[in-house]
T-cell receptor
């Protein structure tokens, strides 16, 4: 099992550009999450999904969108990149509510 | 709003020392408290503490949960340089997806 994979590892965007951060898990987990981590801070939840076709907002959803068309994939879309979105983005998944979350390696995004 | 506060923010110890990291929390409908270790990349799971499991131990690491006083501690004995990392505490609220709220972390540096 590869676990949770994320692409790209690094990306630099200009203000106003758009991009999609990819997240894939091969553990057949129902629950998937997107977090952002700013320097020196903990992780903040952006969006989450409890299964294919079901998504919901987390603590900091503004400026982002998600979709969950399959169990495996949970892409995060930035439509109009802003400097405030400079951060490290982590995707995570878990099988059930009593299980731990497994994290991907992260995507470091810089918006200039 | 759920809240997690960790202390100290950072500390430096010598190899072989014992350290105690603190985590206090406020959460509606508490389900569990989790500890993660974060080196340069993604957080890796250490412990999950729940109402039915308030004390956990793995090698030199141990953790307890005090549900009455709303805090947890993470102990590391005989520290090694490989223990150098940021230690994150998170609380999980019961709900649709059991979202995690993270603290800002404690940065531990173990020197020779």
């Amino acid at each position: 099992n590869a676990g949770v994979t994320q692409t790209p590892k690094f990306r630099i965007l200009k203000i106003g550009q758009s991009m999609t951060l990819q997240c894939t898990q091969d553990m057949n987990h129902n629950y998937m999450y997107w977090y952002r981590q700013d320097p020196g801070m903990g992780l903040k939840l952006i969006y989450y999904s409890v299964g294919a076709g079901i998504t919901d907002k987390g603590e900091v959803p503004n400026g982002y969108n998600v979709s969950r068309s399959t169990t495996e994939d949970f892409p995060l879309r930035l439509e109009l990149a802003a400097p405030s979105q400079t951060s490290v983005y982590f995707c995570a998944s878990r099988q059930g509510l009593r299980d731990e979350q497994y994290f991907g390696p992260g995507t470091r995004l810089t918006v200039t | 709003e759920d809240k997690v506060v960790q202390s100290p923010l950072s500390l430096v110890v010598h190899e072989g020392d014992t350290v105690t990291l603190n985590c206090s929390y406020e959460v509606t409908n508490f389900r569990s408290l989790l500890w993660y270790k974060q080196e340069k990349k993604a957080p890796t799971f250490l412990f999950m503490l729940t109402s039915s499991g308030i004390e956990k131990k793995s090698g030199r690491l141990s953790s307890i949960l005090d549900k009455k006083e709303l805090f947890s501690i993470l102990n590391i004995t005989a520290t090694q340089t490989g223990d150098s990392a940021v230690y994150l505490c998170a609380v999980e609220a019961a709900g649709t997806a059991s979202k995690l709220t993270f603290g800002t972390g404690t940065r531990l540096q173990v020197t020779l």
